[in-house]
Nanobody, 118 residues
Framework: QVQLVESGGGLVQAGGSLRLTCAAS???????MGWYRQAPGKERELVAG???????NYADSVMGRFTISRDDAKRAVYLEMNRLKPEDTAVYYC?????????????WGQGTQVTVSS
């Protein structure tokens, strides 16, 4: 079965940095990989995504601070987070999308907590 496993979350002071990793297994031909986050009482939102062609997009709130990258050989996606702010505190989820005969199929990881203290 497909598995996405996130790691790298933790507690950091404002202004600090973290690097999240998402490793996918039992999945091939991934079109899109992305990072989403959900803070308490809020809806899940896109943080950053990257296509198989390397095109990346970012939420306005993280532009210039976060960088997404992927390694297709390792079936992994990374999120480098710099100049972290308390409002970045959330559970961060990895998502992968692959094409199937019936249309795109989505897969999610279990999430990793990121807490930024002021």
């Amino acid at each position: 079965q497909v598995q996405l496993v996130e790691s790298g979350g933790g507690l950091v002071q404002a202004g600090g940095s973290l690097r999240l990793t998402c490793a996918a297994s039992n999945i091939f031909r991934i079109n899109y990989m992305g990072w989403y986050r959900q803070a308490p009482g809020k809806e899940r939102e896109l943080v950053a995504g990257v296509t198989s062609g390397g095109t990346a997009n970012y939420a306005d709130s993280v532009m210039g601070r976060f960088t997404i990258s992927r390694d297709d050989a390792k079936r992994a996606v990374y999120l480098e987070m710099n100049r972290l702010k308390p409002e970045d505190t959330a559970v961060y989820y990895c998502k992968a999308v692959r094409p199937t005969t019936w249309g795109p199929s989505e897969y999610w990881g279990q999430g990793t907590q990121v807490t930024v203290s002021s």
